[in-house]
């Protein structure tokens, strides 16, 4: 069965994300899209602002906001379209776009989206996309931990505002973001200028003809060789000032040689999500499992996993298993804690860090 393939566009307040979502869905690539605007506030007026092609192929959700009272309501307006938005049976629409609140947390929404059973059974997290801007973004995560956790969970960062912000601001700010998420694409965007392919498309299963691409959905090399992101943070930078919120996020790929059994999965992975569970903004990994030739590959927000999904074949000669995380608080030695009680059940426990 064909899912539908949702992306999210989220990014702080004023980062351009209305900019964005405009020059998209003028593309043809888009142009069959339903774009999901959530505002909050009295004054919903994004949705008025948005020149899609086929206006009737937007809806705006401004009762609250989508990553706190108004998640049911996500869930039934992506149940309800596929029929409000049909004519003579046939659904009006290929993809959907949901643009949230520059406030929203996006952890909560993800969550939603990956895990509801209503939501799973049309649709697929195709990918999240994370306007930060340029010029001001710097400040922004100093003081909003959410404006940290949408730049954390991205699959695409997109740096908007460029003819604004000086080389400095510009550096400094890539500089942070090598911290909070090493392994998102990087596109610089002015004006919401961007081809619709660069945001398309960047989950696992994009095409479902194709063998997936891991080595580029999982993109462990962005995860500084043995290094906890972090750690490098605090080493390198100077400047670097104590109190930022980020010093909590980590990000790091975490690597061990012996294949595990699928039981072993299951428990290590409920132990660790319920010990550590909230402090996981993100986690993908591919997987040697015992008595299983093909590779499994997990992926998580917080304590919620997508089922294990496995692929046709190994990407590379690697056997090893590799996963990447992004936390809040959570080093590689935390993990690594919660995994020893299970290595020591496994026939050969010689570890490998990556
Ligand atoms: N100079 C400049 N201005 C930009 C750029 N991108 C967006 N803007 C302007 O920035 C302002 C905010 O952009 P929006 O697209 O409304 O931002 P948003 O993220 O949707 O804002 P909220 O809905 O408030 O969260 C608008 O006035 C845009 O015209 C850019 O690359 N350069």
Not at 253 to 265: G, R
């Amino acid at each position: 069965m064909n899912l539908i393939p949702v992306t999210l566009i989220t990014g702080f307040l004023g980062s351009g994300k209305t900019t964005l979502l405009n020059h998209l869905v003028c593309q043809p690539e888009l142009a069959d899209s339903l774009v999901i605007i959530n505002e909050f506030g009295e004054m919903a007026l994004d949705h008025m602002l948005v020149a899609h092609s086929t206006e009737n192929l937007i809806m705006e959700m401004s009762s609250g906001c989508l990553c706190c009272t108004i998640r049911h309501d996500l869930v039934k307006t992506l149940r309800d379209i596929t029929w409000r938005f049909a004519r003579n049976g046939q659904r009006q629409f290929q993809r959907v776009i949901i643009e949230t609140t520059g406030l929203a947390d996006p952890a909560p929404i993800i969550h939603t989206l990956m895990s509801h059973p209503e939501i799973l059974s049309k649709y697929r997290l195709d990918g999240i996309v994370t306007t930060i801007d340029l010029a001001t973004g710097m400040n922004t995560l100093d003081q909003h931990q959410e404006a940290i956790k949408q730049a954390a969970v991205a699959d695409a960062l997109l740096l908007t505002k460029a003819d604004l912000a000086s080389e400095v601001q510009r550096h400094a700010l890539l500089q942070r973001l090598n911290s909070i998420n090493p392994a998102a694409t990087r596109w610089e965007v002015t004006n919401g200028e961007i081809s619709a392919q660069h945001v398309l498309n960047l989950g696992l299963f994009a095409t479902t003809d194709k063998t997936p691409d891991v080595q580029r959905w999982l993109n462990e090399e962005a995860y500084a060789a043995g290094a906890d992101s972090h750690a490098h943070h605090h080493n390198h930078d100077h400047n670097h000032d104590v109190n930022r919120h980020d010093d909590r996020i980590h990000a790091f790929c975490y690597s061990f040689a012996e294949p595990i059994s699928d039981e072993v999965l299951t428990a290590w992975l409920e132990t660790m999500t319920a010990f550590v569970g909230s402090n996981i903004l993100r986690v993908k990994g591919i997987l040697n499992i015992e008595g299983n030739p093909r590779p499994v590959v997990i992926h998580g927000v917080q304590h919620i996993f997508h089922p294990p999904v496995t692929l046709p074949a190994w990407p590379s000669e690697d056997r090893h298993s590799r996963l990447v995380f992004i936390t809040q608080e959570v080093g590689r030695a935390m993990i690594e804690k919660t995994f020893a009680p299970f290595r020591q059940i496994q026939p050969k426990p010689q570890e490998t860090i990556a």
